[in-house]
């Protein structure tokens, strides 16, 4: 069963805006994660969250965890060409052997 | 460091055929993981191993077997080849539980069954 739902399903922006993609989820974690995938390549690790934090950064990327909503997002700032790709969320159900992903978002960044 | 590899990269097979997908990491990492991924879906968990000689079931580990005999190798075996496992098969490995630790994905193997 789908624990993380992605939102929107596609987005496509011009080059240099931001983009924001949102994670819901329906029981409780522990920690969320957020993975990018380039087309047709294995997915590759963006940043994890825990459920007592609120916000993280990374480089460009920044993330919210709302626990109460059950819910996250993903901003990714000053977009580039690079950043077209689709963004998974994955949780992990308070089990920390296993998580569940997403369907993603697809991101297009237009030149 | 390779990181984690997966042979072969396309594979196509007759229903009922049987085959193994080769899974290795050189990083040392004790937990190992399938997924497979259907188009507009995400990945969906077959099998894990925390370690050497231990396998578990993920969300849909039905007509897959899984085997964990050394820390560098996890291969995922198809039974009896089903239309349904028409898919591209993930392979991925973490040093620490999947729920706590950033997951190295290889590159995966596009897998057809006619």
């Known amino acids: 069963s789908q624990q993380g739902e992605e939102d929107p399903q596609a987005l496509s922006i011009q080059e240099g805006e931001n983009a924001t993609m949102n994670c819901s989820y329906k029981?409780?974690?522990?920690?969320l994660q957020w993975y990018r995938q380039n087309s047709g390549r294995g997915l590759v690790h963006l940043i994890l969250?825990?459920?007592?934090?609120r916000e993280k950064h990374s480089g460009r990327l920044r993330v919210t965890l709302d626990t109460s909503k059950k819910s996250s997002s993903l901003l990714i700032t000053a977009s580039r060409a690079a950043d077209t790709a689709s963004y998974f969320c994955?949780?992990?159900?308070?089990?920390?052997?296993?998580?569940?992903f997403g369907k993603g978002t697809r991101l297009h960044i237009l030149p | 460091n390779a990181g984690v590899t997966q042979t072969p990269k396309f594979q196509v097979l007759k229903t009922g055929q049987s085959m193994t997908l080769q899974c290795a990491q050189d990083m040392n990492h004790e937990y190992m993981s399938w997924y497979r991924q259907d188009p507009g879906m995400g990945l969906r968990l077959i099998h894990y191993?925390?370690?050497?000689?231990?396998?578990d079931q993920g969300e849909v580990p039905n007509g897959y077997n899984v085997s964990r005999s050394t820390t560098e190798d996890f291969p995922l075996r198809l039974l009896s080849a089903a239309p349904s496992q028409t898919s591209v098969y993930f392979c991925a490995s973490s040093s620490g539980l999947a729920g706590v630790d950033e997951q190295f994905f290889g590159p995966g193997t596009r897998l057809t069954v006619l």
């Open positions: 191993s925390v370690g050497a000689g231990i396998t």
């Open positions: 969250i825990r459920s007592n934090e």
């Open positions: 994955a949780t992990d159900r308070n089990r920390d052997d296993k998580i569940i």
């Open positions: 029981t409780s974690i522990n920690n």
